[in-house]
């Protein structure tokens, strides 16, 4: 590509990364010289808690980039120029100061994103300032993989083997940047400061997990190194907690510490070698994929505000439990007390740490809609304010395949039994007993199912029920029937019929 633009800005946002990035790629081959800006958006930053780890998370990706961005361009003029202000109004501001001539970015489809960007680009096309956007966050999106009919995918299985079927070699190539640093500007003098402080963001540091949860390229790199030692295994290891199965990569995903294309590139290689536990991985993250295509394409999923709905638009005709009792089972939920040691382990792991094991967001999910009949929503907004890697297109997917509204999503007669979830995946009690000490007298079944234990049980484990581990607050017997009632109505097929699953 021809340089034919004096100067460019890039504009980081979900991509906090100085390799194989395709706007800035694209950017250091198009312009002699390059600005690089992240911006700290108010309009997000401003609502979350003082103590927010994804905010800990970026500052000190932001700082590690910056660095690399000084010894990609071997000047220490060179570097990232942070700002904290609202972007949408900033970009175009800094692009004038600048004196760009372009500005480029890779695409971001949530809803608040893409009416930010239509803001900034008519804001720099009033200026005489373009606006590049690239794909980079997925390796297909919108409507790249379509039905033989031409229409966006609604169901994961037929989507992945046309995925799959698409996939080239060109698709999964490394975008090069170090090649063209040389192109990356000397940051004018006011803007040569160092990424600011959490205190100077107005935040506090969080008790993010450095070691569980390195944050930059250099974290996103060794923990892939990590499960890569151990991959073949992941179809076997993936589903029990207490076990060390998953990638734990999602929140280097979701800020763009790593690049999705040198995650599959790796996936796919083993996968197409004979490797079972691969060729798993390579299907979550097909699922990934989907779930954004699903966003860019059924915007009735989620607006700008953040408000959802059901894919499958009957399913908001369910009468969810609500008032006093309701609030009351929400925040029994939400605090880990439903009686259910699975269950409020689970929350007591994501309140605590921000992350939870991807089987436990299944189990919590169903849950909260089918035994507490709590609106989905509510727990989907909860997640969102408490997962390191939230991401709106996974999370919003994810709560509508468990709570049976979305596309591809787990028949509404399927009611996940916390008891049964727990002696299968956490048949030893590891997980329970590593956020629930209280119960380290419990043995066997009633580790699982405390209520269940004897008296005597209970006296020589030291657990007092009511006292020091609640009781359970349904019965699940009881909760399943009344789910099969309240979905019944919009799954238009009586309780009881044939294939009712347990």
């Known amino acids: 590509m021809h340089k034919h633009y004096d100067a460019g800005l890039m504009w980081l946002r979900r991509d906090l990364r100085a390799h194989d990035n395709a706007a800035l790629s694209e950017a250091l081959r ?246 079972p536990g691969a060729a798993v991985w390579r299907s979550e993250l097909a699922w990934r994929d989907f779930y954004v295509q699903v966003l860019a394409n059924y915007p009735n999923v989620a607006d700008a505000q953040g408000r959802a709905a059901s894919f499958r638009s009957e399913y908001d005709a369910i009468a969810w439990e609500t008032g006093p009792h309701a609030d009351a089972l929400f925040d029994a939920w939400c605090t880990g007390r439903t009686g259910y040691p699975l269950v ?32 989905w929503r509510r727990g989907e907004r909860y997640f969102a304010q408490q997962l390191n890697d939230y991401d709106l297109s996974a999370n919003n997917g994810g709560w509508q395949w468990a709570s049976s509204s979305g596309c591809d999503a787990q028949p509404w007669f399927r009611i996940f039994n916390p008891v049964t979830q727990s002696r299968r995946f956490d048949p030893d009690g590891r997980f329970i007993l590593r956020y629930l000490p209280q119960l380290a007298g419990l043995r066997g079944a009633a580790l699982h199912a405390p209520w269940t234990a004897s008296a005597a049980e209970l006296a020589e484990a030291g657990l007092r029920l009511g006292a020091d581990y609640p009781r359970p607050v349904v019965d699940h017997a009881q909760a399943r029937d009344r789910t099969l009632r309240r979905y019944a109505v919009v799954g238009k097929q009586e309780p009881g019929a044939p294939g009712l699953a347990p």
């Open 30 to 275: 198009a312009c002699r010289q390059v600005h690089v800006v992240f911006v700290f958006d108010r309009d997000i930053l401003d609502p979350l808690p003082r103590q927010d780890r994804r905010v800990d998370f970026i500052r000190s990706s932001l700082v590690e980039l910056d660095e690399t961005l000084q010894r990609l361009a071997g000047r220490a003029e060179a570097g990232l120029i942070v700002r904290h202000a609202r972007a949408g109004d900033d970009v175009p501001r800094l692009a004038r100061e600048l004196g760009v001539q372009a500005v480029f970015a890779n695409h971001d489809d949530e809803p608040a994103a893409l009416e930010r960007d239509a803001r900034v680009r008519s804001a720099l096309a009033a200026q005489g300032i373009a606006l590049h956007t690239r794909k980079d966050h997925t390796i297909f999106e919108r409507r790249e993989v379509l039905t033989r009919a031409g229409t966006p995918f609604a169901v994961f299985t037929p989507y992945r083997r046309a995925w799959l079927a698409a996939l080239e070699p060109s698709d999964l190539a490394a975008l090069p940047v170090e090649p063209h640093a040389g192109s990356l500007a000397d940051r004018p003098p006011e803007y040569r400061r160092a990424v600011p402080t959490l205190q100077e963001l107005g935040f506090a540091p969080s008790n993010l997990d450095r070691q569980a949860l390195p944050p930059g390229t250099a974290g996103g790199h060794a923990l892939l190194c990590d499960f890569l030692t151990r991959i073949d295994r992941y179809a076997d290891t993936r589903d029990f907690p207490a076990q060390r199965g998953p990638s734990y990569l999602g929140v280097h995903l979701r800020f763009g510490t790593v690049s999705i294309r040198e995650l599959m590139r790796e996936a796919h290689a083993r996968a197409e070698a004979g490797s």
């Open 344 to 375: 409020d382990a689970a929350m007591a792991q994501l309140n605590g740490t921000g992350y939870m094991h991807n089987r436990l967001r299944m189990v919590t999910a169903s849950f909260l809609s089918k035994d507490l009949g709590i609106d």
